[in-house]
């Protein structure tokens, strides 16, 4: 045994990143920065049925459940978070939305491609926003993206396979000239740790180098499940960001896409 | 019968002064008993009379008697007032609670008391009543309703009708009318309904005399006598008869010794004058065993049973007062029940903690007398009643066998278990108070409270689940409490950001716990392991699931993981897709149902090879469901089977012999964590640490127990240490393989 070497503080330092930041890791394990949403984690012990949530979870208004892709794609608009949602100064990025159509699906190779829509999502939008460079300073590239599930199933298996792509693939491609590697993922589901305002979530870090802006810089997805709705703030630093204003940004834009998922579901939380 | 205690009714006060009100022990035509707890944390019977009678002025007289009378005597059988009002709106009077039956109970119950016990129980009202008399009164109610037993000895109740004892005739017929039932009782017992009061009187009293201490000594001979044969000392009738019989004929002192015979005959001479006095009752020091087995069980179940009450569980305690075990009795296993029963763990007396906490510890018998000073306590909070009771209870067993051979630790030093510095004789016993919390959160964390409040608890042990342990992080780490974890295994427990300062976790993270999966698939030969991470069991999964794709990466062996939503009830299609994907290695992170479900899909498939799986599918359930697609199964755990290991056969012997059966997985880990706490307590010598004290020493401490090195972060709580143990299924059952050796570092 022992075959990779790994001694157990580095271990323990490797596998306690994937809740915060080991900032004495000594280099033994990937640095992963600090989740900006720096959520609590949580889980139940060996065999525990599910922790039994703290209050009622989100039960969407049926009668404002989309069931079609029109209104889903409708829904989907009004709930991705708008440049100035993410602070003052994010302007849309050209082009600002992308094919309503499609979706982004890691494929075998980890790498991420547009693929349709399967039948059973409705819509799923991706909206693209900047802080754009200045004094210095790189830009900061934040993207929004809603999907919206013909039922919860859909959502909750969703949410596994973003978990799952992190475990498969801890370096991805996301498009020719940008990766990112030493992802880790963390889900949550309501009532665990600081999750108590959606049905499940997701935060997952790594570090982001682009050959066109340079890097390591920090990468956060916040993922949550609202119903049948996943919503999602992606972030990528740039050169001179501190990770300060890169937290304050997912939090403002993700918080408010949360929200406007439960409005316009018109549940009774 | 047992006493219960109601929730409290909207129309019915919370607060009097100095006094919260808990719960409601009983009514009656004038009022209402309560059960209160002081702002020094003693519970308390508090009697509050319904305004219609505060608003006549002989009863508010009388009710102002009562209050004075109680707060002259002071005894150590007598219960002290905690508290009274004679003047508000509602007239109330609070005295220190016994939880025990009365002697009437107990004799109904268990039938005439042994001579030994009632010569003790007559020296102890003998004493009881000489401080009324120095007071200047006359109890004049002296009857086997209005004596409590508590495992240290009776104590004399209801000042209710107590009276100067200078010149004040016999009030016959107020007393009479309600006999057995008296509306202004402290109500604590209820049951006194077969001997009523008139038998009890003393013919001086029941002829309209003078009534002066004599009167008393003459009920106290009818009260030994009925506890020496079982009866009434002058048989059951109308009051008429009985006070007729009282006057004319000789008391039923039949069956008993002529010793017997003589000391009370004298007690119970007609004419005041020729009565012997109290002192005739020599009082000697009694026994903490002066009660027969069945009334001390008696006492236990009356503790038990109403300690066992959530509204009481909800509220401060005092270490001292508490019961080692608060689930409701009936719940219990019968080897729970008989321990229960047999020791007299769950007692509560007012007052008298000391002996009660004594009684329910081998070795600590009269020989070996420890004074509240020197009992020092520790708390366990445990799911002894949810989903993860088998877990809770064999730690508790563990925790109690522990203490229990700690305490009778002689300068012998004969010891059946491994434990600390066996030979030295302790300078202090250990008291061991068990919470049940049900694994739940909000249950979990009241726990936490209460032992946070209780200045006597100085480290605790649990609690089971990871989810109970994150509900507590932060009460134990306000309070500075040591908190001994010995199942969480999750890696946020003690990570930087959110550590507390007083967790020690006592078993390697499930990280840890999972970390042998690679080496274990390389030696199979597995060329792609499939991963499940069932979110079901949360950080468990996550754990799991990470540390082995972690562990893979820079070897021959490919990983293919899947996470499934929590409560994922098909595993099929799951199972086709990681079999295409070339799997032929398994780990499964979840629990024991969806493992089970898991478990059936792969042999139906054909697969049997490597299948491994975390301690969260350690379950029976696993078994029962899986059936025939359990067998080779292999687990990895933080814990051993004691019975399986050679080393730990004094332990396993220790321990059968203690319960009837042989220990349940962590039982031995909990034992080691108790000795872990002890040997940080032994450090400090005859001083009591105080709490910060204590969990800076353990953290920084080394213990090597029966399971395993303990070592911890200093600074995080963390466990250093390396202890995981592999089991596979086999025939039905879990086999214990062995330790799994330390990854080599580097």
Known sequence: MGHRGLGRTALLCAAALLLTACSDSGGDGPQASKPPNSPAPSGSQAGDPPEPAPGSTFTPDPDRVPHTRADALRLARKVAASPDQYGPGYTERSPYESDPARWAVLDEKCVWQREPLPKDVLASITTYSELPAAEGKGPVRVSSVVTVHREVDGADWEMARTLEEALRCPDQELRAGERITGLFSEGMSFGQGTNAYADDSISENGEYRSDQLGGPYPYNWSQARIGPVTVASVIKGGKGRSEQELNQAVEQGFSSMVVRAELELGGDK | ?746
Request: negative net charge.
């Open chain 2, 1 to 746: 019968m047992t006493r219960a205690v109601e929730p409290l009714l909207p129309s019915d006060p919370s607060y009097l002064p100095g006094h919260r009100l808990l719960g409601r022990l009983g009514a009656g035509g004038m009022g209402v008993v309560y059960l209160g707890r002081t702002e020094s944390g003693a519970l308390a019977a508090v009697k509050v009379i319904q305004a219609e009678y505060a608003r006549e002025q002989a009863f508010r007289a009388r009710f102002r008697r009562e209050i004075e009378a109680a707060r002259s005597v002071t005894s150590r059988w007598s219960v002290p007032l905690t508290g009274a009002d004679a003047e508000a709106e509602r007239p109330w009077l609070a005295t220190a609670f016994v939880a025990g039956p009365s002697l009437a109970e107990a004799v109904a119950d268990c039938g005439p008391l042994p001579e030994r016990s009632v010569r003790a129980l007559g020296a102890m009202l003998a004493s009881a009543l000489t401080a009324v008399h120095t007071a200047g009164l006359v109890h004049r109610d002296v009857k086997p309703g209005n004596v409590l037993l508590a495992v240290d000895g009776p104590r004399l109740i209801d000042f209710g009708i107590a009276r100067a004892a200078d010149g004040n005739r016999a009030d016959v017929t107020g007393h009479v009318a309600d006999s057995g039932h008296d509306a202004d009782d402290t109500a604590l017992t209820a049951t006194d309904l077969v001997v009523g009061t008139p038998g009890f009187l003393a013919p001086e009293q029941a002829q309209g005399g003078e009534l002066g201490p004599p009167a008393d000594v003459f009920a106290l001979g009818g009260l030994l006598a009925y506890a020496a044969t079982g009866r009434p000392p002058f048989g059951t009738g109308t009051p008429d008869a009985l006070l007729y019989r009282t006057v004319h004929d000789e008391p039923d002192l039949d069956g008993i010794s002529a010793a017997l015979h003589t000391l009370l005959s004298g007690l119970l001479a007609k004419d005041p004058a020729d009565r012997s006095g109290l002192d005739a009752l020599v009082e000697d020091t009694p026994a903490d065993d002066w009660l027969p087995d069945a009334v001390v069980r008696l006492v236990a179940d009356r503790a038990a049973a109403l300690l066992a009450l959530p509204d009481i569980e909800q509220t401060q305690l005092d270490a001292s007062e508490l019961p080692t075990q608060d689930a409701p009795v009936a719940e219990r296993p019968p080897n729970r029940r008989k321990f229960l029963l047999i020791s007299g763990a769950a007692v509560l007396a007012a007052g008298g903690g000391v002996a009660a906490w004594a009684a329910s510890v081998p070795g600590s018998g009269p020989e070996d007398p420890v004074p509240e000073h020197d009992r020092w306590h520790i708390g366990l909070q445990a799911d002894l009643s949810g989903p993860h009771k088998a877990a809770g209870r064999a730690q508790e067993e563990g925790a109690r066998l522990a203490v229990e051979q700690f305490n009778s630790r002689k300068n012998s030093g004969k010891d059946s278990g491994k434990d600390s510095g066996s030979g030295r004789k302790a300078p202090f016993k250990v008291g061991l108070v068990v919470r049940d919390d049900g694994g739940e959160a909000t249950r979990a964390a009241r726990v936490a409270k209460d032992f946070s409040l209780a200045q006597d608890i100085l480290a605790v042990i649990g609690p089971t689940t990871d989810g109970t342990a994150r509900a507590v992080l932060k009460v134990y780490d306000e309070s500075y409490l040591a908190q001994v974890a010995v199942s969480p295994g999750a890696m946020d427990l003690t990570t930087p950001s959110l550590a507390s300062r007083s967790l020690l976790q006592a078993r390697p993270l499930d990280a840890h716990v999972a970390q042998p999966y690679a080496a274990l698939a390389a030696a199979a030969g597995v060329e792609v392991l499939g991963l499940v991470q069932d979110r079901t069991v949360g950080v468990l999964g996550w754990e799991t699931a990470a540390i082995t794709t972690s562990e893979l990466r820079g070897t021959k062996i490919a990983g293919y993981p899947r996470v499934v939503p929590a409560h994922t009830k098909e595993f099929g299609p799951v199972v086709a897709d990681m079999l295409d994907a070339g799997c032929d290695g398994f780990v499964f992170a979840g629990g024991p149902d969806a493992a089970a479900v898991f478990a059936r899909e792969l042999t139906a498939a054909g697969f049997g090879g490597l299948r491994l799986a975390p301690q969260s599918v350690l379950d029976p359930r696993f078994l029962k469901d899986a059936g025939e697609a359990a067998e080779g199964w292999q687990l990895t755990a933080s814990f051993l089977d004691p019975a399986a290991v050679p080393e730990l056969e004094p332990f396993t012997k220790a321990f059968t012999k203690r319960y009837g059966h042989p220990p349940g997985y962590q039982a031995a880990e909990a034992y080691d964590a108790v000795n872990l706490i002890i040997e940080g307590l032994l450090a400090t010598g005859r001083k009591r640490p105080g709490r910060e004290a204590l969990t800076r020493r353990l953290r920084k401490s080394t213990y090597k127990g029966l399971t395993k090195t303990h070592g911890f972060d200093p600074e995080v709580g963390s466990f250093t240490q390396w202890s995981v143990h592999r089991y596979e299924v086999a025939n039905g059952r879990f086999r214990y393989v062995g330790a799994v050796p330390p990854p080599s570092s580097g």
